[in-house]
Each structure stands twice: as structure tokens, then as C-alpha cells.
């Protein structure tokens, strides 16, 4: 009997690292420094200081670059490399996003966004944490794309 090869599991890997990027590997864990091919995880945190930023790079091609004072974690690092879907727990800063192929969604305490297979670039800032009213999230893509582009209510 022969069995079917299983697909690839999905790969998110951190590299040009600039200033102070630190990382940790689940809640419980404290923030290190991060560095250059660093593996991240569902539960994996990412956090960029002043004047600092990363790339992470996902196996089957998508890009995310985090700007400085920004701070993410990864909660849906799902399916296979043909069917790629990313779930962020985006807490602040700015986020460029290209996919190739997939959906990203960003999930901030105000809403859920989500982009597939194109380009996006989030930027969260959650002003005052006791009023998420003051809390402002804006969305950027190619003007071609707005059309297609949904944000769904959460």
C-alpha cells in the first residue's frame, strides 16, 4: 500500500532585521531579541521599538513588513501551501502586506480585516487603552482593488 504524499506545512520566517525587534514564542514566554531566519509559530509575538523594523517572510510567498512601535502575533498559520490563510492579532503600528496567493486577515480590538492575494497596508493605533472609541484603523490598497475589497463586521 502507498500513501499520498501529506502538503507542505506553512513556514513564516523573520529576516532583515533592523534595530530593536524582539520576539517570543507564546504568551507566557518574555520578549527577546529577535533574529535573522527566526521560525515564528501560532502564539508567536513580534514587537519593533523605535526606528526599527522586520520582514517575515511565509513559505509559499507572502510578505509582511512591520514599520516601528509595531506589535503583532500570529494566532491562524493554516492550511497548506496551496490554500494559505493568516490570521494576526494586530495590537499597533503599520503592517505592509503582498500575497501571492491566500487571505490575510488582521484583527484589532475594533473590527476584523481581510485581504486575498493582492496588497494591503494596515495601520493601527489604539490611542487610549481605557476608550476604544478613540481607537483608529486605516486600510490602504491599490485604488483598483477598493471594489473588491470587504471589511467584515465583527
Not at 502507498?2 to 506545512?9: I, R
Not at 501551501?81 to 494576526?88: A, D, F, W, Y
Not at 472609541?133 to 470587504?150: A, G, H, K, T, W
Amino acid at each position: 500500500m502507498t500513501s499520498t504524499p501529506s502538503k507542505s506545512v506553512r513556514t513564516a520566517i523573520l529576516s532583515e532585521i533592523v534595530n530593536i525587534v524582539e520576539a517570543r514564542a507564546a504568551e507566557a514566554e518574555t520578549f527577546t531579541p529577535a533574529s535573522d531566519g527566526l521560525a515564528l509559530d501560532v502564539g508567536s509575538h513580534v514587537r519593533t521599538g523605535d526606528a526599527s523594523r522586520v520582514r517575515l517572510d511565509f513559505s509559499e510567498g507572502t510578505i509582511l513588513r512591520a514599520a516601528q512601535n509595531s506589535s503583532f502575533a500570529v494566532q491562524v498559520l493554516g492550511a497548506s501551501q496551496e490554500n494559505p490563510v493568516t490570521r494576526l492579532a494586530f495590537e499597533a503600528g503599520k503592517l505592509w502586506v503582498s500575497l501571492t496567493d491566500g487571505t490575510l486577515e488582521v484583527e484589532t480590538p475594533i473590527g476584523v480585516a481581510a485581504v486575498h492575494g493582492s496588497f494591503a497596508v494596515f495601520e493601527y493605533n489604539p490611542g487610549d487603552p481605557n476608550d476604544p472609541n478613540d481607537d483608529v484603523l486605516v486600510i490602504e490598497m491599490p485604488r483598483d482593488l477598493e471594489s473588491r475589497f470587504q471589511l467584515p463586521c465583527s
